[in-house]
């Protein structure tokens, strides 16, 4: 059996996209066993997530939809600069846009 060594990743999506083209057991050599230890709310919600009918899974807080969509036109260099930062964070650019404006309001009513 040949073995083969896990590439660093710069990205997670970049981690993602390998392991979606390759079978982890290739590489079970560079492989080591680790513990993990989940915290008791995090266990309970991920049980009662998994138990959920499919199709009606429960949301956590932050994953509520928008009551309502605005689009924004952006120029294309600043959306390329956006999917640019999305990218090096592993974050789709809708959601670091969504993040920007939570702080940017945050700031503001702050003073």
């Given amino acids: 059996m040949t073995h083969r060594t896990i ?3 710069t990205s997670d999506r970049e981690a993602a996209a390998f392991w979606d083209r390759h ?3 290739s590489y079970l ?3 080591t066993e680790v513990a993990v230890r989940i915290l008791p709310a995090l266990r ?3 049980v009662t997530r998994a138990k959920a009918p499919k199709g ?3 949301q956590a807080a932050d994953e509520v939809p928008p009551p309502r969509a ?3 036109r952006l120029a294309p260099e600043k959306l390329a600069a956006v999917k640019t930062v999305a990218d090096r964070k592993s ?3 809708e959601d670091l846009i ?3 404006i939570t702080a940017g309001l945050k700031r503001e009513q702050a003073g």
């Fill in 7 to 9: 590439p660093k990743f």
């Fill in 70 to 72: 605005v689009t924004v």
């Fill in 91 to 93: 974050v789709r650019c």
């Fill in 56 to 58: 009606r899974r429960p």
């Fill in 98 to 100: 969504a993040r920007w």
């Fill in 23 to 25: 079978a982890s057991t």
């Fill in 44 to 46: 309970k919600q991920i």
């Fill in 29 to 31: 050599a560079g492989l």
